[in-house]
């Protein structure tokens, strides 16, 4: 059903104008929850991995071009448009690609499921950065790494720009949430800080990848890794740089780290 905008304030388009990232996330129960997916591409990825939809916002023009295919397939689905004018007012920012899509998660998978199969995951540890979680994600999927788990700590993965810079690789790569480290070592992974210490060893040891099972850790840029989760480490990892550079941005270190070390 197609339905015209006559007002900012329709109150069926408060998923996409009034509610926060933590309020979508956190809608009546986690499971129960809504992210917007942003742009036709990125749509059409999410919808390839399983997720619903639950009520599209888009130009007029985007309704017989663009976004012609996704409202065909979902003939159930509330479509809200108006001109980019309108649409920019209702939301703040202009629209990339002139569509929005709020979308319904999926349960939590557990730990166990998302690393059945894995030999090489990426561990996000308080990476509060959506440009970066995007960007990590991106490269995981490009690098043929097999899951990403995140601390608590980290930003929601299906933060709306984090799934723009994504490029929806999001919902390509398995992922989910990491209450404790100890966790891995039941699983059998051996974990690997990226961090700069006097007991790191280079990124090119050879000792790194004749590890079966092995989980990059990741921190936050400015503070790092906590000095705990280094000490707990069962291997400590630079990367070896030139000009007296001592540090990557936490994206970039990320996709070397994946070159460097997949399996």
Known sequence: MIYEISSIKDERLQLFTSMTEAQLRNRLNQEQGVFIAESPKVIRVALQAGYQPQA????????????????????????????????SELTGYTLTR?????????????????????HRICIID????????GAIFRSAAALG??????????????????????????FLVPWTWLDSYSQLHDL??????????????????????????????MGTEGDGL???????????????????????NVAAAAAVAFWELRK
């Open 226 to 248: 906590p000095q705990q989760t280094i000490n707990d480490a069962d291997f400590t990892v630079r990367i070896p740089m030139s000009h007296q550079v001592d540090s990557l």
């Open 56 to 87: 599209l916002l888009c130009e007029q023009k985007h309704i017989e071009g663009d976004a012609r295919d996704i409202i065909e397939a979902h003939p159930e689905m509330p479509v809200y448009t108006g001109s980019r004018e309108m649409l």
């Open 188 to 217: 059998g992974f051996k974990t690997a800080a990226m961090a700069l210490t006097d007991q790191s060893i280079s990124l090119d040891d050879p000792i790194l990848k004749q590890q079966d099972k092995l989980a990059f850790i």
């Open 126 to 133: 308080a990476v509060c950065d959506t440009t970066n979680i």
């Open 98 to 118: 002139g569509v929005l899509c709020a979308m319904h998660r999926k349960p939590e998978p557990k730990l166990e499921d998302v690393l059945r199969n894995a």
């Open 145 to 170: 790494i097999d899951a990403v788990l995140l601390t608590r700590s980290s930003c929601d993965p299906l933060n709306r720009r984090a799934i723009r810079v994504s490029m929806g690789t999001i």
